[in-house]
């Protein structure tokens, strides 16, 4: 299994500010995604971070308020921009391998924008 | 589209009876299934998968999961349920052509006492 660090592991963030959220598995990942679960909430997909290559964002998510960076196989990176209290979630990365068969999670990210 | 139903936003069962969490899916074509849990202040957990094989699939912590192709169904069970079970469950699923998972809204299990 994959284990996934995510730091920092909660914030307090003033509005209009913007915090980048970092995510390192311990071995090489052929996926990663990012999810944000709202309170209360399920979760939410809001992107796949591609290595090398632009995040495929999914509908209602634009690069301009998440952008995200994936260097390499074990790394990346979610930028919360110009936070407004809506953005009060928690985020949280997972990776698989290429077959998908499994997909782990980090312990995530608590963000409270005040 | 693919789409997860828990149709029971919360489940209270007694400590050492069995337990079910219901879980239904929609996808086209063959389902990979999963079950997460989520315990107080904490991220997901892996619990159990189905991919394709055997229609019950045991899982971490006593858990296993039953799929049903006929009713597009699968519940999350335990013989006996413990205390330390109560949290909030998540059942998932995904296509064989994506890797991108889509959850359920989650079951909060409380064992009683």
């Known amino acids: 299994s994959a284990v996934i660090s995510q730091k920092p592991s909660r914030d307090i963030c003033q509005r209009g500010t913007s915090l980048t959220i970092q995510c390192q598995v311990d071995?090489?990942?052929?996926?990663m995604f990012w999810y944000r679960q709202q309170p209360g909430q399920s979760l939410t997909l809001i992107a796949t971070a591609n290595q090398g290559s632009e995040a495929t964002y999914e509908s209602g998510f634009v690069i301009d308020k998440f952008p995200i960076s994936r260097p390499n196989l074990t790394f990346s990176t979610l930028t919360v921009s110009n936070m407004s209290p809506e953005d009060s979630s928690i985020y949280l990365c997972?990776?698989?391998?290429?077959?998908?068969?499994?997909?782990?999670f980090g312990e995530g990210s608590w963000l409270t924008v005040v | 589209a693919q789409s997860v139903a828990q149709p029971e936003d919360q489940v209270n069962v007694a400590e050492g009876n069995p337990l079910t969490v219901k879980c239904t899916y929609s996808v086209s074509g063959n389902p990979y299934l999963f079950w997460y849990v989520q315990y107080p202040n904490r991220g997901l957990q892996f619990l159990l998968k189905?991919?394709?094989?055997?229609?019950l699939v045991k899982g971490s912590y006593g858990f296993e999961a039953e799929f049903n192709k006929s009713q597009t169904s699968f519940h999350l069970k335990k013989p006996s349920a413990l205390v330390s079970d109560s949290a909030l469950y998540f059942c998932a699923v995904r296509g064989a052509g994506s890797y991108q998972l889509t959850f359920g809204k989650g079951t909060k299990l409380s064992v009683i006492p």
């Open positions: 189905y991919i394709t094989g055997d229609n």
């Open positions: 071995s090489q990942v052929t996926m």
């Open positions: 997972s990776a698989g391998d290429n077959s998908g068969n499994t997909i782990y």
